[in-house]
């Protein structure tokens, strides 16, 4: 049961202008689950709540990982010398095949699910892979873990490989209403979600059919737009209605809306008309900076999409990320905005720690609703932090103590991870 109590400490969050506000030796009050605000002093109604003491530690939002896939979790920091589509065929998707088998899919998740839990990770879209039972499995062990997340079970019914492909269109999707139909009112914490892998791997007839029972059932979908040019150049060739690599989506009836917004990872290459498009679908773009690294995807115009006011957050991208740690993509944002204004364009200023900050937060946590500040009426997701390792003979503000933690992360501690007011850590 969500408990009504109060944490002290040195706060930091974002205001929805994606202002960084910093409040030091304050108090942060749940009450139902739900966030009161941030007080130097605490007001006297909530004198009688339960006091946790964390005097001198930091005290941060959660943060929505908005791409990750669990299942390649198992090999994550392998093969990173590759491009992506080569990298699928010898990594993703032999791996993948794995999950056929439940006692493996048992073993694997169960992995993923513990380190998940133990990350600064407190909401999460996560890729499973085509396998329903395997796709049920891991929803299980995520329900336990007591975070917040969307799941898809994944379609694909071409260009994947032998032992990791759907017969057609009709058995992917009668496979997916199976799906939804047996975990219907199953879980509390743990949502569906449409998850078509990308254009090149679900015919149009299968896109057709996600669109309708995105539709038909009011749900989300999750999938990747723009991410290599190899890849954009596939889909116009597999779909040459469209105008772009969205339009591909939209024209599925796949893109989302205001209220079942859809989530694209990377649009590394979004820009011009499919940013337009994205935008009237309020679309929100996972950016993935490590994977783009990894896999050498390019650079995404980041400073363009916020200064645009598209709806962003951060994606680890696991595998092709290697790390589930939402701090260090924030270091990677930072750093290739850098590369992105030395290189591709000097008018882009690059990002500052508040930009990454806010996409870890509040900026994929709003996907999930109001999440990922402390503004009155959020939900109270929180993480603890000791940053005491990071010794320094500066006197250090707040925000620069939170600056070393994101690039010195291995040096800091969790010591308290709440989700919805829950205590989790």
């Not at 009161?36 to 959660?62: A, M, Q, R």
């Not at 030395?342 to 996409?359: C, E, I, S």
Request: proline content about 4%; glycine content about 8%.
């Amino acid at each position: 049961m969500v408990k009504n109590f109060v944490l002290k400490g040195d706060v930091l969050f974002c205001s929805e202008d994606r202002k960084v506000h910093t409040v030091p030796d304050s108090f942060v009050v749940c009450a139902d689950g739900k966030c009161e605000g941030v007080f130097t002093e605490l007001p006297e109604k909530y004198k009688g709540f339960p006091l946790e003491d964390h005097s001198g530690k930091l005290i941060i939002p959660g943060m929505t990982d908005l791409h990750v896939h669990a299942p390649q979790y198992t090999y994550r920091g392998l093969g990173m010398d590759m491009e992506l589509l080569d990298w699928l065929n010898e990594n993703a998707f032999p791996e993948e095949a794995h999950y056929e088998d439940k006692e493996y899919a048992d073993k694997a998740y169960s992995i993923f699910t513990e380190d998940l839990k133990k990350s600064f990770t407190t909401r999460a879209c996560i890729f499973a892979t085509l396998h329903r039972e395997a796709t049920e499995i891991l929803m299980d062990k995520l329900e336990e873990t007591g975070l917040v997340t969307y799941v898809g079970k994944v379609n694909m019914d071409r260009n994947g490989s032998p032992a990791l492909s759907e017969k057609d269109a009709e058995t992917a999707a009668a496979d997916t209403r199976q799906w939804l139909q047996y975990i219907k009112g199953r879980y509390q914490r743990t949502m569906p979600i449409l998850t078509p892998r990308f254009i090149p791997s679900c015919s149009d007839e299968l896109m057709k059919e996600l669109g309708v029972i995105a539709e038909e059932q009011g749900l989300r979908v999750q999938s990747h737009l723009s991410e290599n040019p190899s890849e954009i150049a596939w889909v116009k060739e597999l779909v040459p209605a469209s105008k772009n690599y969205g339009d591909a989506y939209a024209l599925f009836n796949t893109l989302g809306d205001e209220e079942h917004p859809a989530v694209m990872a990377h649009c590394v290459y979004t820009d011009g008309e499919e940013l337009e498009l994205l935008k009237k679908h309020h679309t929100y773009i996972a950016h993935c900076p490590d994977s783009n690294l990894n896999i050498a995807s390019g650079i995404a115009p980041v400073r363009k999409f916020l200064d645009e006011g598209v709806n962003i957050g951060l994606g680890s991208d696991v595998a092709g990320g290697a790390s589930l740690s939402l701090v260090q993509a924030m270091v990677h944002s930072i750093q290739v905005s850098k590369m992105y204004w030395r290189h591709v364009d000097q008018d882009v200023k690059p990002l500052q720690f508040g930009d990454a900050f806010y996409m870890a937060t509040l900026g994929g946590g709003s996907y999930f609703g109001k999440t990922g500040s402390f503004l009155p009426g959020y939900e109270f997701d929180a993480l603890v932090i000791d940053d005491s390792g990071l010794r320094s003979m500066r006197k250090l503000t707040i925000q620069e103590r939170a600056e070393r933690m994101i690039y010195l992360s291995g040096e800091c501690s969790i010591k308290s991870k709440y989700v919805s007011g829950q205590k989790i850590i």
